[in-house]
T-cell receptor, first 114, second 115 residues
Framework: KAGVTQTPRYLIKTRGQQVTLSCSPI?????VSWYQQTPGQGLQFLFE???????NKGNFPGRFSGRQFSNSRSEMNVSTLELGDSALYLC?????????????FGEGSWLTVV | QQQVKQSPQSLIVQKGGIPIINCAYE??????FPWYQQFPGKGPALLIA?????SEKKEGRFTISFNKSAKQFSLHIMDSQPGDSATYFC??????????????FGKGTKLSVKP
């Protein structure tokens, strides 16, 4: 069974540009969430989608957005990139909503903003 | 503010030792406490998880101890091996009316197991 797949794995963008990251959840999983990981702030929750609807959002500016498609695949977008957006962006999926559903992470997309 | 405090930041043990990583939380709405292991260049992988109605849970060499009244939980790794060298994260999840909410992570503990 394939795990959570994220593309691209590595990318370099210039300040002010925008970026779109993609995530394919584990087959059968309908909940997708996104996290940002940095050395300073650690792992921070960005947002969660279930059945194409955003169910929860972390404390990030509106430049960070996402969506989920009918096949559960998800994308996140960061507009007007800042140097501080350089991070590992992790997508995670779980079978359903509800605390206690095991959350599986992908290997992440490494974003460098120069 | 929802927070999970994790200590120590780093830990070095000899092979066969029992590293212990501690976490504390404040929000009593948390009802699910997983531990994740992360190797360099990889995403976090679930190790073991516990709910607050259980005081201890063992899976292989990994044990979670949970103290609900103190709002603390810890991870013990029995007979640690060099292959256990990784960063470990504790996390907590709130249950808001059945929603998954989100995972709130501790800052992580970098474990090094010396041969």
């Amino acid at each position: 069974k394939a795990g959570v797949t994220q593309t691209p794995r590595y990318l370099i963008k210039t300040r002010g540009q925008q970026v779109t990251l993609s995530c394919s959840p584990i087959s059968g999983h309908r909940s997708v969430s996104w996290y940002q990981q940095t050395p300073g702030q650690g792992l921070q929750f960005l947002f969660e989608y279930f059945s194409e609807t955003q169910r929860n959002k972390g404390n990030f500016p509106g430049r960070f957005s996402g969506r989920q498609f009918s096949n559960s695949r998800s994308e996140m977008n960061v507009s007007t990139l800042e140097l501080g957006d350089s991070a590992l962006y992790l997508c995670a999926s779980s079978r359903a909503q509800g605390s206690g559903n095991t959350i599986y992470f992908g290997e992440g997309s490494w974003l460098t903003v120069v | 503010q929802q927070q999970v405090k994790q200590s120590p930041q780093s830990l070095i043990v000899q092979k066969g030792g029992i590293p212990i990583i501690n976490c504390a939380y404040e929000n009593t709405a948390f009802d699910y406490f997983p531990w994740y292991q992360q190797f360099p260049g990889k995403g976090p992988a679930l190790l073991i998880a516990i709910r607050p109605d259980v005081s201890e849970k063992k899976e292989g060499r990994f044990t979670i101890s949970f103290n609900k009244s103190a709002k603390q939980f810890s991870l013990h790794i029995m007979d640690s091996q060099p292959g256990d060298s990784a960063t470990y994260f504790c996390a907590a999840s709130p249950n808001y009316g059945g929603s998954q909410g989100n995972l709130i992570f501790g800052k992580g503990t970098k474990l090094s197991v010396k041969p």
